[in-house]
């Protein structure tokens, strides 16, 4: 069955607008603590924020919902995504609540629900809690004396940075490095400096300073001039960018330049290959992956698995397969030996790691492939179904055809607007940007006849 609350990545709106209401907060609280009351034990939930006005409405409306049905409150207030995972876990909780939208503006705000083994919840018991909410079967609330309460974490933060600095290798520091994080005014703005400045490293951080409305705000992993502006003028060895709730990372090197999600990919495998970490041989990435990471982990001996697009996707294969390693071309890196979901912080720490032991620059150790030419455009449509339509799976199979063993397609419906997107690569860029065009045009045409 369709869900109709949940999305690919939890729930997610503007503020304020349902669902992202406080009376609904209460609600999906109510059904959520219901559907993980199991057994006599006191139950407890952790709930975690980034830095958004709009937290200080969601975090109280979660909160009377979970201790209306009994369950105990541990609050630790802004915390990256992957913090709540780990926390959950190690905290023997029934649930973990993240209250954030990720990359997006203030003004939107979402939830993410992490079960009692600090993954996202399954389609599922996504839908099973949906469906609570609709009928409000099952959501007694507790007797007086079986409310539950709520307390805050002083120790929170400090307990994710020591998690953190474990995962980097006991034998190297980070000593004589100068690196710029970029936080995005987000949910790292403090754990990150941190545990830069505590391995060692001379750290310039930016996007420090939530205001509850600049989170994202021409910072952090989706916006990373004013990142790479800083690594020049600081002749730092490094840039390193996270999104409003860290569970992304983007790179710069000395240089300036962008390394994207599939470069830090194919470095992590490289590396773990030759310490023979690499679980079952594969890594798991999205269709969007370029054809370039997927020649070179072939040439490790490494199976690359493509996913839909979304990291839940491919945490759930990741999961299913045994696999340690994988991600998205955006920088969602999941190292399942260490978190639960992308964890942008440890993702950039095995990096360094690498950087430190090679003892060579970034730019020399950070391009580990060369991309193939990937050509993505956008054409809206409107009431029809142009992919449906006979004349644009003929274009399509005829592109297909065109490139050939040395290239591929990649067309899909916009799960958050009403676009197309084409995505083409392959080794020949005009013949790439010909194919794409040729089936642009033909959907554009479909959806105006």
């Not at 909410?133 to 307390?151: F, K, P, V, Y």
Request: with cysteine; net charge negative.
């Amino acid at each position: 069955m369709a869900r109709k609350l949940f999305g690919t990545d939890g729930i997610r709106g503007r503020a304020n607008e349902e669902p992202i209401t406080a009376h609904t907060m209460l609600r999906l609280a109510m059904a959520a603590g219901a559907r993980f009351t199991r057994g006599d034990h006191r139950h407890r939930v952790v709930i975690g924020k980034d830095t958004r006005l709009s937290g200080y409405m969601l975090e109280p409306a979660l909160t009377s919902g979970f201790v209306s049905v009994g369950m105990d409150v541990v609050l630790v207030g802004p915390m990256p995504t992957p913090a709540i995972g780990m926390l959950t876990r190690s905290m023997r909780a029934d649930l973990g609540v993240m209250i954030s939208a990720s990359h997006n503006p203030y003004y939107d705000n979402g939830i993410k629900i992490f079960g009692p083994d600090g993954y996202k919840l399954s389609d599922d018991i996504e839908y099973s809690i949906e469906a609570l909410m609709e009928t409000g079967h099952d959501l007694a609330a507790a007797s007086s004396a079986q409310l539950g309460r709520a307390i805050r974490m002083d120790d929170a933060t400090g307990r994710y940075i020591e998690f953190c600095k474990q995962t980097f290798p006991k034998a190297l520091r980070l000593d004589g490095m100068t690196i710029v994080v970029d936080c995005a005014h987000g949910a790292a703005y403090r754990v990150a400096p941190t545990v830069l400045r505590e391995l060692g490293a001379d750290v310039v951080a930016l996007g420090v300073e939530p205001d509850g409305f600049n989170i994202n705000d021409n910072v952090g992993a989706t916006a990373t001039d004013k990142l790479r502006e800083a690594v020049v003028a600081n002749k730092a060895d490094i840039g390193i960018a996270l999104d409003g709730d860290a569970d992304r990372v983007i790179l710069v090197d000395e240089g300036g330049r962008v390394i994207d999600g599939d470069q830090l990919m194919a470095l992590i495998s490289k590396s773990w290959t030759a310490q023979g970490r690499v679980a079952n041989g594969c890594l798991v990435s999205t269709v969007m992956s370029n054809l370039g990471l997927e020649r070179f982990v072939n040439s490790l001996g490494v199976e690359l698995h493509r996913t839909p697009v979304g990291d839940r996707y491919v945490v759930e294969h990741m999961r299913k397969n045994g696999c340690n390693i994988g991600g998205e071309q955006s920088g969602h890196i999941i190292l399942t030996d260490f978190a639960t979901t992308g964890d942008g912080l440890i993702a950039a720490l095995q990096v360094l790691a690498v950087i430190v032991e090679m003892e060579r620059p970034a730019s020399e150790v950070l391009r580990v492939f060369e991309p193939l030419p990937q050509i993505l455009k956008n054409v809206r449509f409107g009431e029809s179904e142009p992919l449906e339509l006979a004349k644009v799976r003929e274009a399509i199979k005829a592109g297909e055809i065109r490139l050939g063993q040395q290239g591929r397609l990649v067309i899909r419906k916009s799960g958050t607007e009403p676009v197309i997107r084409v995505m083409g690569e392959g080794d020949d860029r005009d013949l790439v940007e010909t194919v794409v065009e040729e089936i642009v045009e033909t959907i554009a045409q479909a959806s105006a006849a």
